[in-house]
């Protein structure tokens, strides 16, 4: 019973392409995020929605489209890919409220544009 | 905006020796929450230790254990009786007490190497 669950694990496309990144979690969670690891393996976040609403959208190109159809399911969309967008992205969920709260990881995506 | 350093970029230890990873962070804030995970070769973000501003006690997991100096803005990672498993990348990271839609701030990493 995976958690947060990614696909694809493994992306390679080439320049210029659009591809997806699915990401469900079965926890009954209302807050999903998504986060970028580049190659020196600095994690950042990108996106974040609550029960379907963005609420965090830090500085991240404009081809990058989150959805979230669900409040358990959050998707990446990207277009036009660049060699720099090459990283592994990871969803991840948490329980909204006060307290610890701690994020559920997916298992990451890694995403290698050529 | 709230910086996290870890300023070990690899460790090493013998195995069943024990070994401390160090944080630091930086925040005007007095409600906050710091994280330790650990990212095996497998990439899965596994969290291994959680600690609360609000609280003066320094959380313990079994063989892991925290030094939390509020003071200081210091939170480092002890790991006792290192095992071969232990070897992976661990992650500091902060989390607003406010609202910050539980947004985690990282840390660089360090990367720990378990010798046998």
């Known amino acids: 019973d995976t958690a947060v669950s990614q696909t694809p694990k493994y992306l390679v496309t080439q320049m210029g392409n659009d591809k997806s990144i699915k990401c469900e979690q079965n926890?009954?969670?209302?807050?999903m995020y998504w986060y970028k690891q580049d190659s020196k393996k600095f994690l950042k976040i990108m996106f974040s929605?609550?029960?379907?609403?963005?609420?965090i959208n830090e500085t991240v190109p404009n081809r990058f489209s989150p959805k979230s159809p669900d409040k358990a399911h959050l998707n990446l969309h990207i277009n036009s890919l660049e060699l720099g967008d090459s990283a592994v992205y990871f969803c991840?969920?948490?329980?909204?409220?006060?307290?610890?709260?701690?994020?559920?990881f997916g298992e990451g995506s890694r995403l290698t544009v050529l | 905006a709230q910086t996290v350093t870890q300023s070990q970029p690899e460790m090493s230890v013998q195995e069943a020796e024990t070994v401390t990873l160090s944080c630091t962070y930086d925040?005007?804030?007095?409600?906050?929450?710091l994280f330790w995970y650990k990212q095996p070769p497998s990439r899965q973000m596994i969290l291994v230790i959680r600690?609360?501003?609000?609280?003066?006690q320094n959380a313990t997991e079994n063989r892991f254990s925290v030094n939390f100096q509020k003071a200081a803005k210091s939170f480092s990672l002890k790991i006792s009786d290192s095992q071969l498993g232990d070897a992976a990348m661990y992650f500091c990271?902060?989390?607003?007490?406010?609202?910050?839609?539980?947004?985690?701030?990282f840390g660089q990493g360090t990367i720990l190497t378990v010798h046998p």
């Open positions: 991840a969920s948490r329980r909204r409220g006060p307290g610890t709260g701690e994020l559920f």
């Open positions: 926890l009954g969670h209302d807050t």
């Open positions: 929605y609550n029960n379907k609403e963005l609420i």
């Open positions: 925040t005007s804030e007095s409600d906050y929450y």
């Open positions: 600690q609360e501003a609000y609280k003066q």
């Open positions: 990271a902060y989390r607003s007490g406010g609202t910050s839609y539980g947004k985690l701030t």
